[in-house]
């Protein structure tokens, strides 16, 4: 008899797991740090230790758990094989077989890009619950997204499905992204890049802004003026949700979800960020798509451990 799943969000500093009951209720949530000397080659260990050593707690034998899911921070195929995590320091390999010796009598491993799997987590039980299909972006740092079709995550042939931040939507940009390409979504969407956005119109402009009288402004110092109706300030992220509400038109036509989801720590902008997404969506989407509604993730730092343990009890 299964009862119970455990999901996993690695993350390049601390790993978080979650206990879950197979009717979907999470039991008890926990961390771990992510060693990543050596090439990471402790992580899977440290997690097979700590699941062990929390399930001998919880008087729960390992062959009550139905499967562990795990969110990896990099491109991983349908198969379980990871497409190097440099931040891991990892190579290619698979990860469902390296985790089944480690933990042999829990044979049922899931593992997906970080990204992915927590929009299935979001899906499930956070911003696009009760829908089949979801698209989150995720602006923190970096702007990450994920894809859920039909309650199932897409990872695509290469395991890079869902990188929506690497969408180019300034083809004049000059300055390249982290990726090596120049004008990508995540230069002006994410934390770092309405910084570096709001530097730029700054420099362009002498029109009075509070944010001038910020030095070292953060990205919700911009989004808190803007709330407030420094007129800077709502160009800046007028210009923001422009962008956002371009990318997610061209994800659209293509895949035409139920729902986008908003989350990363940009998200905690609330409206003032969605209301400007919102506009230039409906004005750039194809007219059937243009009613999509566009949410705020509701799971925060637990949507990996959620749509960990979804990957394992399946639609």
Request: charged share 20%; aromatic share 6%; proline share 5%.
């Amino acid at each position: 008899m299964k009862t119970h799943v455990i999901g996993v969000d690695l993350g390049g500093t601390s790993i978080k797991l979650g206990l879950f009951a197979c009717g979907g209720g999470l039991l008890r949530k926990w961390e771990i740090p992510t060693d990543t000397a050596d090439q990471g080659s402790r992580i899977l260990p440290d997690i097979a230790a700590s699941i062990s050593a929390v399930l001998a707690e919880e008087g729960i034998p390992h062959g009550q758990v139905q499967g562990i899911g795990i969110g990896v921070p990099g491109p991983v195929d349908g198969n379980g094989t990871v497409n190097k995590c440099v931040n891991l320091g990892w190579g290619v390999f698979n990860l469902k077989e390296r985790m089944n010796e480690l933990l042999p009598d829990i044979p049922d491993v899931a593992a997906g890009n970080d990204a992915n799997v927590a929009a299935l987590g979001e899906l499930w039980q956070g911003g696009g619950m009760g829908c089949r299909s979801a698209v989150l972006f995720t602006l923190g740092t970096g702007v990450g997204g994920g894809v859920v079709l039909d309650g199932r995550i897409v990872a695509g042939a290469n395991g890079g499905a869902g990188e929506v931040g690497h969408i180019t939507v300034e083809p004049r940009e000059t300055v390249p992204c982290s990726c090596g390409k120049c004008g990508c979504l995540e230069q002006y969407a994410s934390a770092n890049g309405i910084v570096r956005l709001a530097g730029t119109m700054l420099a362009a402009c002498d029109t009075p802004s509070k944010l001038r009288e910020l030095p070292g402004f953060t990205a919700k110092d911009i989004c808190d003026q803007a709330r407030e109706g420094d007129p800077m300030a709502v160009r800046i992220v007028d210009r923001c949700g422009e962008y956002l509400g371009r990318a997610m038109s061209y994800v659209a036509c293509t895949i035409d979800p139920d729902v986008f989801v908003v989350g990363g720590g940009m998200s905690r902008a609330g409206s003032v960020l969605t209301d400007a997404i919102g506009m230039y969506y409906r004005r750039y989407a194809f007219h059937p798509s243009t009613e999509t509604p566009i949410g705020i993730a509701r799971l925060g730092n637990d949507a990996g451990i959620y749509g960990g343990a979804k990957m394992i009890l399946g639609t």
